[in-house]
């Protein structure tokens, strides 16, 4: 089953943000497709100008690319599927195509490539951009898969904020003084608010046919059939995750998967990445601040096992993916799924904590206006969230427009992840958006939520 949406021949298609189904027409698409890309880019130009020359040519991790590989593998992406797919125009740099591929050279190889320095990839980006904004601005929104509601434009936008997402995981490993500064979220009161919430068994519709600009392996909406069970309200807390600790849970194999237990004992793990114990209290660096870790903030920096051992300790265990999605989507007043845990329209500042505004998670039980028809929060933004599902195909599933942004990471070795972060940009994130990564993974921006199964109702 493919997305007639990307298959049809009209430029009247549902848009993000308009609402399933709704009619818009080129200049909207046009206009959106724009503000996503400049969005994406002004973000971009933040992070790979907030830090001197060798800050950018340095890996400061073997798990990441150095800054400038990213800005020049955004451009060459932009210009291989934007100026060249799109547009039929001849490549501007054919000869560092192999470069930025990210399939060719693993990240802790790409520090000893002949890269482009920092002020040739920005000069290359800017040239690629242009040209880009040109194509866009004469492009038809229909008659092709990729031009189709503007799906490679939103593809782009996407590509770059994805990896605005990973040179933020790199300002956060780089040692050194802090060189990005934004505004706390506002505080909330406690939490008081009951501590999970009872989902109702049945079907429900997962993934999606009409998002014109989901990725294909959000594609295509099934239904699936999920019985009842309680999820949390909220994120686990750093104050719930700090009790496991206390309680030894980082000593007790019983409460690790076997896999989970040889290597947090391989590599003498005893806390979230970036703690540590000083004294009575726990501290933790956060982009080159050394703070006291904030009790009610949902925690950070954990990996697959981790949140796994954590449910089991707790009596839980963590949400399937299809759980997962039920509770951010499910309107149980009808029979449809919506966009977002609040409904159809695009995310605002009081729905979730997106977009790199903030560089925390906000406490839990923050933006009420955001939760779930049944009192849900935070299912968007804050923090990835692990879910117990391998990444798998949907039913009917058909790579688009390459295999390598899906099909060749399905299997066993991946974990899905789900809801974003705060370092995620809306254009990047919705209620049908999967993310995987290994489950030692604990540099990227994830936490987790538990869930247990309940009597049929």
Not at 258 to 268: F, L, T, Y
Not at 405 to 431: H, I, M, Q, T
Request: aromatic share 10%; hydrophobic share 35%.
């Amino acid at each position: 089953m493919t997305d007639p949406a990307l298959d049809a021949g009209t430029d009247s298609r549902s848009v993000p943000g308009s609402g399933a189904g709704t009619a818009v027409d080129a200049d909207v698409l046009r206009e959106r497709a724009l503000a996503s890309l400049t969005t994406a880019r002004d973000r971009t130009t933040l992070l790979t100008t907030c830090v001197d020359g060798p800050e950018l040519t340095a890996q400061h991790s073997p798990l990441m690319s150095p800054l400038v590989w990213d800005l020049a593998h955004i451009g060459n992406q932009e210009e291989q599927w934007l100026l060249r797919a799109v547009a039929g125009q001849e490549a501007i740099r054919p000869e560092i195509d192999s470069l930025y591929d990210a399939f060719e050279h693993p990240r802790a190889e790409r520090p000893r490539l002949p890269l482009l320095p920092p002020d040739e990839a920005r000069r290359y980006a800017a040239e690629v951009r242009g040209r880009a904004l040109d194509v866009l601005e004469g492009t038809a929104f229909h008659g092709t898969r990729l031009t189709e509601a503007g799906f490679a434009f939103g593809m782009i936008a996407q590509h770059e904020q994805q990896h605005d997402e990973t040179m933020l995981i790199t300002h956060q490993l780089r040692r050194g003084p802090q060189a990005l500064t934004a505004p706390d979220p506002d505080p909330v009161p406690l939490f008081t608010g009951p501590s999970e919430v009872l989902v109702p068994g049945g079907p429900f519709t997962m993934g999606t046919c009409d998002e014109p600009w989901a990725l294909d392996n959000e594609r295509p909406a099934h239904r699936r059939e999920v019985p009842p069970f309680h999820i949390d309200t909220t994120p686990v807390t750093n104050g719930a995750y700090q009790a496991f600790i206390e309680d030894g849970g980082y000593d007790e194999s019983r409460w690790w998967t076997p896999e989970g237990w040889a290597h947090i004992r391989k590599h003498s793990i005893t806390a979230p990445l970036f703690w540590r114990r000083d004294g009575g209290q726990w501290l933790r660096r956060r982009f080159g601040v050394t703070e006291v870790v904030p009790p009610d903030e949902p925690v950070l920096h954990v990996c697959w096992y981790e949140a796994d051992a954590y449910a089991r300790w707790a009596g839980r265990r963590l949400p399937t993916e299809a759980e997962w999605e039920k509770a951010a989507r499910h309107d149980p007043t009808g029979d449809r799924s919506m966009r977002y845990p609040w409904g159809d329209a695009d995310p605002a500042p009081d729905h979730a904590n997106l977009g790199q505004r903030h560089l925390r998670p906000a406490p839990a039980g923050s933006y009420p206006a955001g939760e779930s028809p049944l009192g849900v929060r935070q299912l968007i933004g804050d923090v990835w969230e692990w879910t117990a599902s391998d990444f798998l195909p949907y039913p009917g599933f058909r790579a688009f427009p390459y295999k390598e942004y899906s099909e060749v990471f399905f299997g066993s070795e991946y974990k899905v992840l789900r809801g974003g972060s705060f370092a995620v940009d809306p254009v990047a994130c919705r209620g049908t958006f999967r993310n995987w990564d290994y489950p030692i993974r604990r540099q990227i921006f994830s936490g987790f939520r538990t869930a247990r199964s309940a009597e049929a109702v």
